[in-house]
């Protein structure tokens, strides 16, 4: 029997064919991944590792240092100060983070909102992340933290950065405030600082206008990331530039003796050098903390700040507008002077119907014989309703504009209001209707449709001090170059002219019976000049001009009128421009003029600019001198 | 002619014999693959022996010994423990179901002792080995007679059922695949393959509908559309491509590859591993370890067809394909052709069952080689 199978033969022809058939499947699977190696690797080849690339390396922002802000004589108003702060990461907090937190928080303050803000933090983040738990801490706490780490696992002490306001509120129109920056800002500037958590651009002031030089440039670190992010190593590394400093003209005692002076009131004050133009103070009050800005404000302060109605976010020396009232009228004055009106005798009556309607004099008796000088220190509306009359109201546009009135005045601020000083022309296509004698007479007053800001009346009073076209500027040097300072021209007014303005305006404050001679500066040789002024905010209707207008003690205090007052000072040789808004003011007391006086002695007894500064003014006071004054 | 059936079974072999038998330059191929395997092993690891390629050094060894002495047993006595050693599997795979544990989702361990053992991987050796032994006895006629049939196609079906309810897809897919081959190669008739063929391929909706786990689906889903969720379950085969491609035509060189090695990869020491060997030595290296692999295969279907015995011819190509379809699914699958299914690549993937299953299948198929003059009569139980 044999044992050998013949059906074997044909088993092993199937076997072989079917083989055959299979090995030839295989080598067709082979050729496939050979292909697809071929169009992964060699067609697409650079595609892929520009992506292999781009998942390996991550760049790491390294914030540069904001650059200072200093006044004249080297005071720090803006700085960068340590944040001690303490981060958790969760994977190392091998008892739980909730646990680490309670332990924190026996040591140090920590509220339960806190808490429940790094719960959510890790929750949103890579288990290796560095979360905050709280920033700012005193080194006290800090140091108290330190002592307990050991115990703490998953918390680390760290050291950033934060920009600090030694002077907080009393600076904080000036200086303006960093916060994160909006997406607007992102929008608009493509710095990929911006985007960065933690990172902080300016706002407001000084802080937004030199934003791009105090910013510096970012350092940048190039690091292998593995898929998780976890850095493995730092491959390149590219310094940055710190930020610029910028130095201010401002002095820094000044502008804190404005703010205490002005206290709690709505007000504004400004301190200009009538030789340069240099602002000495800017102040508006109140102000706010910047500190709560940059740390992230609460909606507890931020309603506050904004249902306040003495409006602490508004810097009142810049954006705030009003009209002018009688401090328009020393640029009346000047016009007057210049234009054939400097012998004009007026008969105050207390009232004068110009056409069909009936202006009043503030003084319902009327001041009787006025002349320009007179009409001056007393304020006498009726005097300068006639003036306005003979004039007309393109002379005195281009009178009010050439000193500086009605346009932005250029300071180096943002938030600049432009005011306004009205002209035919506008009225015309802006109501459809020709311009009305009574238009005239009203702005004649720094009435009607005339609006100007402190700043401009600060250099209004600078410019008849000096008589040049004194521009205000606030930084002297940024980044150790000076700013360009122009030279004043001078302005289109004969000397005689100014002459007369400036001796009507030392009778205001030096004779009897000037508006401001009650709270004059008694200390020989700091005597000022200045000019008062009011500016409605209600209508006084045709009734309450007969019966007697209504006294602004007995009103509310937001239907009280403005109180203006602008002087310089030493009155021989000025040297000091001042000016002070009080919202709501116009009290019998003239507590603005007070505030002025006070002030203005104050600066010059200091006298700031005839001190040495801390940056080489020098070569500013060298192109000043050039012009030969 | 005179017949002497029992000539080359009868001549006994010395053990020095054997040893010459022996192909040993598919011995120095699978040496050479395994080293490229150490050697990624070892990159990954980002140029370090440990975890990874010390371990895999180690096994490899233990494996080389194991598949020289597999090799030199007589293929008869493989073919008496055929069954026993799968039903021992088949007994494995039910513990596993009962007492494993999980490992990425899926319940495949078993722990033995000292050893975590993978039942599912000894099972496609085991179930080559048991085909072989049925589907010698059957004539080419009656392996397609349906009573007949029902025998493999049981065998087929029980493990692999047992394997797809861990789950473990690719697993499944492989045993499927190599007894469906055993079967087409005994000589299966084209009449069962095309109806068959057919009714599969209209079965997959059904099995989309009902046997395929939701995170087999999603893989499925996101591999038809990668980029729909590149964060999520598209993550895998995103980053493979990107591996892959940037190794561009000469590769970032040894231990330059920053794909793998910084985690952008899941699974980078076992299934994704080609992706490592792509990135770091490039197209050039990539067609290099493809030849390495035909050659291998080419090998086994040479041991196959100069084999005399049927239980050798399918012992061999079972062993054989089975290899192959590793290679293939992997590489489809690294390669982002097929959805990622859990399929390591032989000798070059990190895994101590799967190293010791390829290494044993190794030595079965150099078995078969070196006895491949012994013929073993169709109705032998295979006993010497």
């Keep these: ?629 | 002619m005179t017949l002497r059936p029992y000539a080359a079974a009868r001549r006994t072999l010395s053990i020095v014999d054997k040893l010459y038998e022996i192909n040993w330059g598919m011995v120095l191929l699978i040496t050479i693959i395994a080293c490229v395997g150490f050697a990624m092993q070892y990159s990954v690891a980002g140029g370090s022996w440990e975890p990874w390629a010390a371990k895999q050094v180690f096994r490899f060894l233990i494996g080389f010994v194991m598949m020289i002495v597999v090799a030199m047993v007589d293929i008869r006595v493989w073919m008496n423990i055929a069954y026993p050693a799968y039903f021992v599997c088949l007994l494995l795979l039910g513990a596993v179901e009962v007492a494993g544990h999980a490992g990425l989702g899926a319940q495949r361990w078993l722990t033995l002792g000292p050893i975590d053992l993978q039942p599912s991987e000894p099972m496609k050796i085991a179930l080559v080995l048991a085909l072989a032994r049925f589907l010698h006895g059957l004539s080419v006629e009656e392996v397609s007679k349906p009573l007949r049939l029902f025998i493999p196609l049981a065998m087929i079906g029980i493990p692999a059922g047992l394997v797809a309810i861990q789950p473990n897809l690719g697993t499944t897919i492989i045993l499927g695949l190599d007894g469906c081959a055993l079967l087409f190669l005994a000589g299966l008739s084209w009449w069962w393959i095309l109806p068959t063929l057919s009714a599969a391929a209209a079965a997959v909706p059904l099995a989309w509908r009902f046997v395929l786990h939701d995170y087999q689906k999603a893989r499925v889903l996101t591999f038809l559309n990668p980029e729909s969720d590149a964060l999520g379950a598209g993550w895998n085969i995103t980053q493979a491509k990107i591996a892959v491609g940037s190794g561009g035509a000469a590769g970032k060189g040894f231990l330059e590859g920053t794909q793998s090695r910084l985690n952008f990869l899941p699974e980078k020491q076992t299934d994704f591993i080609l992706t490592n060997f792509a990135e770091e030595f490039g197209f050039v290296g990539c067609i290099a370890l493809l030849i390495l692999f035909a050659v291998v295969i080419g090998y086994g279907v040479q041991t196959a067809t100069q084999a005399r015995s049927q239980f050798g011819r399918l012992l061999a190509m079972g062993i054989t394909l089975n290899f192959f379809f590793y290679i293939m699914i992997n590489g489809l699958m690294v390669m982002g052709l097929i959805p990622v299914v859990g399929i390591p690549m032989p000798l070059i993937s990190y895994g101590g069952t799967a190293m010791l299953a390829v290494m044993f299948g190794f030595g079965l198929l150099l078995s078969v080689h070196v006895h491949r003059q012994v013929e073993i009569p169709r109705h032998s139980s295979g006993i010497i």
């Excluded at chain 1, 994977?91 to 026996?106: N, T």
């Excluded at chain 1, 019976?513 to 209600?538: H, N, S």
């Excluded at chain 1, 239907?559 to 002087?567: G, S, T, V, Y």
Aim: charged letters at 20%.
């Design chain 1, 1 to 629: 029997m044999p044992l050998f199978d013949r059906k074997d033969k044909s088993r092993y022809a199937s076997f072989t064919r079917r083989t055959l058939m299979l090995s030839g499947g295989m080598g067709g699977v082979m050729l496939l991944l050979a292909g697809r190696l071929y169009q992964l690797q060699i067609l697409n080849g650079s595609q892929y590792m520009t992506q292999a690339e781009d998942n390996r390396v991550s760049q790491r922002l390294i914030f540069p240092p904001r650059g200072r802000i200093i006044d004249r004589f080297g005071v720090e108003l803006a700085t960068n100060r340590r944040n001690y702060r303490v981060v958790i990461v969760a994977e190392q907090a091998s008892q739980g983070v909730e646990a680490v937190l309670d332990e924190v928080a026996k040591i140090i303050q920590l509220e339960p909102r806190q808490k429940e803000r790094v719960l959510r933090e890790i929750a949103q983040n890579k288990k290796f992340a560095q979360v905050p738990i709280v920033e700012n801490l005193s080194w006290d706490e800090f140091a108290r933290l330190n002592l307990h780490l050991p115990y703490l696992p998953g918390v680390q002490p760290d050291v950033g950065e934060t920009r600090a306001y030694p002077y907080g509120a009393e600076m904080s129109h000036l200086l303006g405030y960093v916060a994160a920056a909006s997406r607007q800002d992102q929008q608009n500037d493509n710095d990929p600082l911006l985007s960065q958590p933690g990172f902080r651009v300016g706002k407001r002031g000084i802080e937004k206008e030199y934003d791009a030089q105090m910013r510096g440039v970012a350092g940048a670190s190039r690091v292998e990331v593995n898929a998780y992010g976890r850095v493995i190593r730092e491959l390149s590394n590219k310094t940055g530039l710190p930020g610029q400093d910028v130095y201010l003209t401002l002095d820094c005692q000044l502008q804190r003796y404005a703010e205490e002076r002005l206290g709690d009131e709505s007000a504004a004050c400004i301190v200009m050098d009538t030789a340069t133009g240099d602002v000495l103070a800017l102040a508006s009050t109140p102000g706010y903390d910047p500190n709560w800005f940059n740390v992230g404000i609460t909606n507890e302060q931020w309603h506050t700040l904004i249902s306040d109605d003495h409006k602490p976010l508004l810097n009142k020396a810049l954006s705030g507008s009003y009209p002018p009232g009688s401090t328009f009228k020393p640029a009346m004055a000047l016009a007057a002077m210049d234009n054939g009106l400097e012998d004009l005798q007026v008969f105050c009556t207390g009232s004068v119907t110009i056409g069909n309607h009936t202006f009043h004099c503030y003084k319902k008796d009327g001041h009787g014989h006025v002349d320009l000088r007179r009409g001056i220190q007393v304020s006498c509306d009726v005097f300068f309703y006639e003036v306005a009359r003979r004039l007309g109201i393109d002379r005195m546009e281009t009178a009010a504009r050439a000193l500086g009135l009605g346009a932005p005045t250029g300071i180096e601020m943002p938030g600049e209001n432009d005011g306004f000083i009205p002209s035919q022309a506008w009225k015309l296509a802006k109501y459809g209707v020709p311009w009305q004698l009574g238009d005239t007479i009203s702005a004649g007053i720094g009435q009607g449709y005339v609006v100007v800001t402190p700043i401009q009346l600060c250099t209004l009073a600078a410019r008849l001090a000096s008589g040049k076209a004194l521009v205000p500027r606030i930084t002297h040097m940024v980044g150790g170059r000076l700013q360009p300072r122009p030279l004043p021209s001078p302005l289109p007014f004969s000397e005689k002219a100014f002459a007369a303005v400036r001796d009507g305006l030392n009778a205001v404050c030096n004779e009897p019976g000037g508006t401001a001679y009650a709270w004059r500066i008694t200390q020989p040789g700091f005597e000022m000049a200045g000019k008062t002024g009011t500016a409605q905010v209600r209508r006084i209707s045709k009734e309450e001009h007969l019966t007697g207008v209504r006294k602004n003690a007995s009103l509310p205090w937001n239907l009280r009128d403005h109180a203006l007052f602008f002087a310089f000072a030493p009155v021989a040789e000025p040297r000091y421009a001042c000016m002070v808004l009080l919202e709501h003011g116009a009290m019998v007391a003239h507590p603005h003029v007070q505030m002025a006086r006070d002030i203005l002695l104050f600066a010059q007894q200091r006298d700031p600019v005839r001190m040495p500064t801390a940056y080489p003014l020098q070569s500013a006071r060298a192109e000043t001198q050039g012009e030969g004054t």
